[in-house]
């Protein structure tokens, strides 16, 4: 017989225990697994980091491998992943077994530790002394005539020598890549975003041909190689796209994060990429900027200077006083003891 006991009965009393003993074990694992679901939250990258070093690190690694090219002669520096540094980004454009020339070129400074990039852009056609040519010519024309002496390492070399003297600033990397690298590469990330907010047009008799739609949400592979491409309006404006094209990939793939597209993106790079950075390097370096609290910030600028002819051919001539102005501008973002807060933002254009 049960009794009563303040209007419950004992068995009832057994059950409402139950209960909430069962409800309260619910409570404890929702508790756990919001927990554990706050945790991968709030620690996804180190969970990221953890799975690439664990999964994929050995692999890119031995992509990365068949990327590198150091330069002859040149001293190979064990850098800390942490300091500031210079790379001489250069998209090539080469089709083919045809000598390819240096279509973007880009002296950019790296700062780790603050996550942080300064793009200072070339315009290609640029007047120059050409290092070990023994004569001036476009900047661009570097590459194919390294790539002529030393079919490998002499492209970059030539063209580093060159910026370098032509801004009076040491350069400690250089990266290239083929344009024609880029189409896979965009396409594996599901396409890229671009600033096109009207059609673009290539229709001059001696250009290749094509259309560009504006307003798209994403562009496909050839699509963005076209716009970098194109050039029927100012050298000026090709190289800002090209600038523009570069952040935005950066953007995407920091955007994407799919770490299973890694292998597939390093098959691509291929031949299409080289680099006298070591791949371990390559790694930690991505994993200490990946790491940061907030994605990379690009900061751009463009030498200034104003279109000439000389011998019937055009030329980009480079204001000295700018040259000065990114000597200033550089060497400030190069030192380590620069506060992020003290860092000298590049002035507009003119």
Same mark, same amino acid.
């Given at each position: 017989?049960?009794?009563?006991?303040?209007?419950?009965?004992?068995?009832?009393?057994?059950?409402?225990?139950?209960?909430?003993?069962?409800?309260?074990?619910?409570?404890?694992?929702?508790?756990?697994?919001?927990?554990?679901?706050?945790?991968?939250?709030?620690?996804?990258?180190?969970?990221?980091?953890?799975?690439?070093?664990?999964?994929? /690190?050995?692999?890119?690694?031995?992509?990365?491998? %068949?990327?590198?090219?150091?330069?002859?002669? !040149?001293? %190979?520096?064990?850098?800390?992943?942490? @300091?500031?540094?210079?790379?001489?980004?250069?998209?090539?454009?080469?089709?083919?077994?045809?000598?390819?020339?240096?279509?973007?070129?880009?002296?950019?400074?790296?700062?780790?530790?603050?996550? +942080?990039?300064?793009?200072? /852009?070339?315009?290609?056609?640029?007047?120059?002394?050409?290092?070990?040519?023994?004569?001036?010519?476009?900047?661009?024309? *570097?590459?194919?005539?390294?790539?002529?002496?030393?079919? !490998?390492?002499?492209?970059?070399?030539?063209?580093?020598?060159?910026? /370098?003297?032509?801004?009076?600033?040491?350069?400690?990397?250089?990266?290239?890549?083929?344009?024609?690298?880029?189409?896979?590469?965009?396409?594996?990330?599901?396409?890229? +975003?671009?600033?096109?907010?009207?059609?673009?047009?290539?229709?001059?008799?001696?250009?290749?041909?094509?259309?560009?739609? *504006?307003?798209?949400?994403?562009?496909?592979?050839?699509?963005?190689?076209?716009?970098?491409?194109?050039?029927?309006?100012?050298?000026?404006?090709?190289?800002?796209?090209?600038?523009?094209?570069?952040?935005?990939?950066?953007? !995407?793939?920091?955007?994407?994060?799919?770490?299973?597209?890694?292998?597939?993106?390093?098959?691509?790079?291929?031949?299409?990429?080289?680099?006298?950075?070591?791949?371990?390097?390559?790694? @930690?370096? *991505?994993?200490?900027?990946?790491? *940061?609290?907030?994605?990379?910030?690009? /900061?751009?600028?463009?030498?200034?200077?104003?279109?000439?002819?000389?011998?019937?051919?055009?030329?980009?001539?480079?204001?000295?006083?700018?040259?000065?102005?990114?000597?200033?501008?550089?060497?400030?973002?190069?030192?380590?003891?620069?506060?992020?807060?003290?860092?000298?933002?590049?002035?507009?254009?003119?």
């Amino acid at each position: 017989m049960q009794t009563e006991q303040h209007g419950v009965t004992k068995g009832q009393k057994k059950q409402l225990t139950t209960k909430t003993k069962r409800w309260g074990g619910t409570f404890i694992w929702l508790g756990l697994a919001a927990l554990l679901m706050l945790s991968v939250f709030v620690f996804r990258k180190q969970l990221a980091v953890f799975t690439f070093d664990v999964l994929m /690190s050995g692999v890119v690694e031995n992509k990365l491998n %068949e990327s590198y090219m150091p330069i002859e002669g !040149r001293e %190979e520096i064990d850098r800390n992943t942490t @300091e500031p540094f210079s790379v001489l980004l250069l998209g090539v454009d080469q089709r083919n077994d045809e000598i390819g020339r240096a279509d973007t070129i880009i002296y950019a400074i790296v700062r780790p530790l603050d996550n +942080k990039i300064l793009f200072v /852009s070339i315009p290609r056609d640029t007047y120059a002394d050409i290092v070990g040519h023994g004569s001036a010519d476009k900047l661009n024309h *570097a590459y194919a005539f390294g790539s002529v002496k030393d079919n !490998r390492a002499g492209g970059p070399q030539m063209t580093m020598a060159t910026v /370098s003297k032509l801004l009076e600033q040491d350069i400690d990397h250089y990266a290239t890549i083929n344009f024609e690298g880029f189409k896979d590469v965009v396409n594996t990330m599901g396409g890229v +975003k671009l600033p096109i907010y009207e059609d673009i047009v290539n229709k001059a008799v001696v250009h290749d041909k094509f259309h560009i739609k *504006a307003n798209k949400p994403l562009y496909n592979g050839l699509e963005a190689l076209n716009y970098v491409r194109y050039r029927e309006d100012s050298d000026m404006n090709r190289t800002e796209r090209q600038r523009i094209f570069l952040k935005a990939l950066m953007d !995407r793939a920091i955007e994407v994060q799919q770490i299973s597209k890694i292998t597939a993106l390093m098959d691509i790079m291929g031949s299409n990429f080289t680099t006298d950075m070591k791949p371990r390097y390559i790694i @930690e370096l *991505a994993k200490t900027m990946f790491q *940061a609290e907030s994605p990379p910030t690009i /900061s751009s600028y463009m030498l200034h200077g104003e279109g000439k002819r000389m011998d019937n051919v055009w030329y980009y001539i480079p204001e000295e006083e700018d040259i000065q102005y990114i000597k200033t501008l550089t060497k400030e973002w190069l030192n380590p003891l620069t506060a992020p807060a003290e860092l000298l933002i590049p002035r507009l254009y003119k």
